[in-house]
């Protein structure tokens, strides 16, 4: 089992000493959540299934990549992820350069985790519709690949056309994983169809089932990495059953405080053996 460490849960004042932490303990990945921008009307941040503003227009927002990349000059063996960047929300031209990018400073440690959003206001305030959000992914999805990988990329599109372009440098992964979060039937279909891998949201051993389940239903036999945030993971011994059930990756919070991560990430892989 690979063990991946949510800074996005942590004060960002912590996240280079846990980083660095988790680099040196044997923690496989850390990930980065993003939003580009809040808008100070609470009428557009309900989150969905609560009645509740799922952001606070203050919280400070910083550059997922950009910040990740900043986190690969301290680091040397840690991936780096996002959990999740809103690929979309920018040009396909934007968004494949910063994680190229983020791939060439680190040695080829990125993940790019990708999601369609929740969060009308962003959208909105970029002045992107936010009703096609997810056909917007998937095109920008299959752009990046080609974008990646071949000599040169021309293109006509519903949502983005353009002339050939080069798009040098490639990043050093012949193939840099992209794996969708999400959990509707869209998302499951992006992930299962478009992506390497599937990032879900918290879930316990109980209440993941449902989910693999779909997604299972929609799989090809290509590879395919499962990604779970299991917040509330016991102990060692319950680490078997998540991987019966497929799970690859769990992403765990340890801690209690910010103040107190880096003492939880220690205890927490002396207890998984993790070197």
Request: charged share 20%.
């Amino acid at each position: 089992m690979k063990y991946g460490v949510p800074l996005g849960l942590l004060h960002p004042a912590a996240w280079k000493d846990v980083a660095v932490a988790a680099d040196e303990l044997g923690f496989e990945s850390v990930w980065l959540p993003e939003h580009l921008v809040f808008a100070t009307d609470l009428s557009l941040a309900v989150y969905p299934g609560t009645d509740k503003p799922g952001i606070k227009p203050t919280t400070p927002l910083f550059d997922a990549p950009a910040y990740l990349c900043h986190l690969a000059a301290l680091t040397t063996r840690v991936r780096l992820g996002t959990a999740v960047h809103l690929f979309a929300l920018r040009h396909p031209f934007a968004s494949a350069r910063a994680f190229a990018t983020l791939d060439a400073v680190s040695g080829g440690r990125a993940i790019c985790g990708v999601g369609a959003g929740w969060y009308r206001g962003e959208w909105d305030a970029a002045q992107i519709p936010f009703e096609n959000r997810g056909a917007r992914l998937d095109e920008a999805i299959l752009l990046a690949r080609r974008l990646w990988t071949e000599p040169a990329v021309s293109h006509r599109g519903r949502f983005y056309s353009f002339e050939e372009v080069a798009f040098d440098p490639k990043p050093v992964q012949a193939h840099l994983p992209i794996l969708a979060g999400g959990e509707s039937p869209a998302a499951l279909r992006r992930a299962a169809l478009l992506c390497d891998g599937w990032i879900s949201m918290p879930h316990t051993l109980d209440s993941i089932r449902p989910q693999l389940d779909r997604l299972a239903a929609l799989r090809d036999r290509r590879p395919f990495s499962i990604t779970v945030h299991a917040y509330s993971l016991a102990s060692p011994a319950e680490v078997p059953a998540w991987a019966a059930l497929g799970v690859d990756r769990l992403i765990v919070r340890p801690w209690a405080r910010s103040r107190d991560a880096v003492q939880a990430l220690v205890a927490f892989a002396r207890a998984h053996g993790l070197s």
